[in-house]
């Protein structure tokens, strides 16, 4: 074998000395650390992912409640505003001037339609 270097000599006693420096008390597993359960960083994710949540759903419920409904048309008049009712009743040509309508049945009056609308065929 060959001498070894001064330098390796060197390496071989540091390393020696070293591990001189460490017993069984040092080789022991270390006590798990001590202090806040909560550390700053688990507190901040889970702030954070809170927010996010909290984010999303104001975004569902915005878009949910705020897409208005279509509007819906207002209700047909009963009768068309543009046509006035009949004023008086005209004679009936089919009988006596004096003969009246029987109280049981209502008395006719002429179909009212709309505008642009064909009168009903006879």
Known sequence: MSTPSPTEERLRAALDAR????????????RPPTGPAWG?????RVVSAVAVTVAA???VA?????????????????????TSPPATSAPSTHGSPTSEPS???????PPQNGPGTTPPAR
Do not use: K, M, N, V
Not at 20 to 30: F, K
Not at 40 to 44: C, T
């Open 19 to 30: 591990a001189r420096l460490i017993d069984a008390h040092d080789l022991s597993p270390y």
């Open 40 to 44: 700053r960083r688990r507190i901040r």
């Open 57 to 59: 759903a104001a975004a």
């Open 62 to 82: 915005f878009l949910l409640l705020s897409g208005s409904p279509e509007p819906q048309p207002p209700a047909p008049p009963a009768r068309d505003p543009r």
């Open 103 to 109: 109280p049981t049945s209502p008395p006719e009056s």
